[in-house]
Nanobody, 127 residues
Framework: QVQLVESGGGLVQPGASLTLSCEAS????????WGWFRQAPGTAREFVAG????????NYAATVKGRFSISRDNSKTTVVLRMNSLKPDDTAVYYC????????????????????WGQGTQVTVSS
């Protein structure tokens, strides 16, 4: 059974850091590209960060570039999103997503390209 389990969300103050983790099971992790999306109340889900199947390429939304970092650990079948200098606008439910990637170096950014989704984890940035 394929499963994505996310963890690490919570309530933090502006300027703080959080690390989200997404552990995958039931699949050959190294064959998948991974992404993080988020959805704030009343808005559409949006791309945050992505990492290619070979782990050599990453891409970020302009709103998080320089503050967030995505990485993958094939030995732990885990993809991690490190978030620094958090702002109230970062408040959202964050989703991990996976794509069985035909292109090993491509970073997929479109929501409709992703095949697997985690349950989401709430991140709230507030003073």
């Amino acid at each position: 059974q394929v499963q994505l389990v996310e963890s690490g969300g919570g309530l933090v103050q502006p300027g703080a850091s959080l690390t989200l983790s997404c552990e995958a099971s039931g699949l050959t992790f190294a064959q998948w590209g991974w992404g993080w999306f988020r959805q704030a109340p009343g808005t559409a889900r949006e791309f945050v960060a992505g990492i290619s199947r070979n782990g050599l390429n990453t891409n970020y939304a302009a709103t998080v570039k320089g503050r967030f970092s995505i990485s993958r650990d094939n030995s732990k079948t885990t993809v991690v999103l490190r978030m620094n200098s958090l702002k109230p606008d970062d408040t959202a439910v964050y989703y991990c997503a996976g794509i069985l990637a035909p292109l090993i170096g491509w970073v997929y950014q479109r929501e409709d390209e992703y095949e697997l989704w985690g349950q989401g984890t709430q991140v709230t940035v507030s003073s």
